[in-house]
C-alpha cells in the first residue's frame, strides 16, 4: 500500500518553505535596483524554476504565485502565472499596492506554505500596484479580479502576512478534502 502524501509535504519536499517558518512573518527586504539587479534577476530565476517544480505536482486553474519568502529568501520578489493557457508570467518586484477599489468580494485562496486548508478570503475587485523594474524605473499596472486576487496575495506574502489575517473574524480555513473548487476558476459575476 503506498503512502498518500498531504498536499503541503509535496510542497515541502520540492523546496517551499511551511507554515511556523520566521522567514513567512517578515517584511521581505527590497531592492536597490538597478545596482542589485543580478541578484533581483537570481531571485526571479529561482521562483520560476521553483514554479516549474510546482506545476508538477499540482494543476492550477486559477493561477500561481510564489513570493520570495516562500523559498527562503527574504526579498521584495514575487511572480504570478495568470490562469491564462500560454499567457506571461507577471514579475513583482518591490510591489506596493497604491490604491483598492470598493468593490470587493470573498472567494477561497490557497497558499503553497499551508496547502492543506483553503481559506475565503475578501478582497477588492481591483488594485494598482507599483513596481520597480530591473533599471531602477517605476511601473504601474492595474489587476482586476482573479489576477488582483493573485498579485494582492503575493504582495501580502511579501508584507509578512499570511491570507488568514485578511480573513474575517471567526471565519476558518477549512481542509482541502472539504473544498470543491479545485480544477475551476474563481467566479465573477459579469
Known amino acids: 500500500m503506498s503512502e498518500v502524501r498531504q498536499p503541503s509535504r509535496w510542497m515541502r519536499e520540492i523546496g517551499v518553505v511551511q507554515y511556523g517558518a520566521p522567514i513567512l512573518a517578515e517584511v521581505a527586504r527590497p531592492f536597490e535596483l538597478p545596482a542589485e539587479r543580478e541578484g533581483a534577476e537570481h531571485v526571479v530565476e529561482k521562483l520560476f524554476s521553483s514554479m516549474e517544480r510546482i506545476r508538477r505536482v499540482h494543476p492550477f486553474a486559477k493561477g500561481m504565485g510564489l513570493a520570495a519568502p516562500q ?8 511572480a504570478v ?9 507577471i514579475v513583482l518586484l518591490n510591489p506596493r499596492v497604491t490604491a483598492s477599489s470598493e468593490d470587493a468580494d ?12 483553503r ?12 513596481t520597480t523594474a530591473l533599471d531602477g524605473s517605476t511601473m504601474i499596472t492595474t489587476y482586476a479580479r482573479g489576477l488582483a486576487r493573485l498579485v494582492a496575495h503575493e504582495i501580502d506574502h511579501l508584507d509578512g502576512l499570511l491570507y488568514t489575517a485578511r480573513m474575517r473574524p471567526g471565519v476558518d480555513p477549512i481542509p482541502v478534502e472539504e473544498y470543491r473548487q479545485t480544477g475551476r476558476s474563481w467566479a465573477y459575476d459579469s
Not at 502565472?81 to 508570467?89: G, I, K, L, R
Not at 470573498?106 to 486548508?117: I, W
Not at 481559506?119 to 507599483?130: D, F, N, S, Y
Open 106 to 117: 470573498e472567494q477561497y485562496e490557497g497558499c503553497l506554505s499551508f496547502f492543506d486548508v
Open 81 to 89: 502565472q495568470p490562469p491564462v493557457p500560454d499567457s506571461p508570467a
Open 71 to 78: 523559498i527562503g529568501i527574504g526579498r521584495a520578489a514575487a
Open 119 to 130: 481559506g475565503m478570503v475578501p478582497r477588492p475587485l481591483t488594485i494598482t500596484v507599483e
